[in-house]
T-cell receptor, first 112, second 113 residues
Framework: DAGVTQSPTHLIKTRGQQVTLRCSPK?????VSWYQQALGQGPQFIFQ???????QRGNFPDRFSGHQFPNYSSELNVNALLLGDSALYLC???????????FGSGTRLTVV | AQSVTQLDSQVPVFEEAPVELRCNYS??????LFWYVQYPNQGLQLLLK??????LVKGINGFEAEFNKSQTSFHLRKPSVHISDTAEYFC???????????FGPGTRLSVLP
């Protein structure tokens, strides 16, 4: 049984560009959350998707947007990239009302 | 608003010695508490969680944690560590049925031979 799958694993972008990160949740999970983990820091909550709707959002600007598809997979989009957006982006999935979040291995984004 | 403090950024310990990683939280409502481990170049793996009930929680890999409401703490312990326990450990709190977590800054545990 595959866990949470994220793609790509690594990505290098230039300032001002746009990026899309992808996440496939663990089988049976319907809720997807995204986190940003800067180097040497704990993960910070970006937003959560359930039933294709953004259910909750952390303190991130509108440049960060997302989407959830009918098969529960999700995308994270970041526009107008800044150097400070360089981080490990983690996707976590769970079954509704279940506290057993499963994290993916992340996408390492480097903005140059 | 919630916050999590991990008092030690780095903890070196010799193999087979006991270890305690400290975590304190701040919240105005009831909380759910978690410990995650992150190995190099990997995502987060859940070690254990406290939702309710017994304040002593046992997790995977021989770890346990104790919830202390009066001290707002949730310290992680292991009686005898192994080299393979070398990793980053994150304490996290949630008050909203796990809809989002607030993570601490992490503690790097280094187990020395």
């Amino acid at each position: 049984d595959a866990g949470v799958t994220q793609s790509p694993t690594h990505l290098i972008k230039t300032r001002g560009q746009q990026v899309t990160l992808r996440c496939s949740p663990k089988s049976g999970h319907d809720t997807v959350s995204w986190y940003q983990q800067a180097l040497g820091q704990g993960p910070q909550f970006i937003f959560q998707y359930y039933e294709e709707e953004e259910r909750q959002r952390g303190n991130f600007p509108d440049r960060f947007s997302g989407h959830q598809f009918p098969n529960y997979s999700s995308e994270l989009n970041v526009n107008a990239l800044l150097l400070g957006d360089s981080a490990l982006y983690l996707c976590a999935s769970s079954w509704t009302a279940n506290y057993g979040y499963t994290f993916g291995s992340g996408t390492r984004l480097t903005v140059v | 608003a919630q916050s999590v403090t991990q008092l030690d950024s780095q903890v070196p310990v010799f193999e087979e010695a006991p270890v305690e990683l400290r975590c304190n939280y701040s919240s105005s409502v009831s909380v759910y508490l978690f410990w995650y481990v992150q190995y190099p170049n990997q995502g987060l793996q859940l070690l254990l969680k406290y939702l309710s009930g017994s304040t002593l929680v046992k997790g995977i890999n021989g770890f346990e944690a104790e919830f202390n409401k009066s001290q707002t703490s949730f310290h992680l312990r292991k009686p005898s560590v192994h080299i393979s326990d070398t990793a980053e450990y994150f304490c996290a709190v949630s008050d909203n049925y796990g809809q989002n977590f607030v993570f601490g800054p992490g503690t790097r545990l280094s187990v020395l031979p």
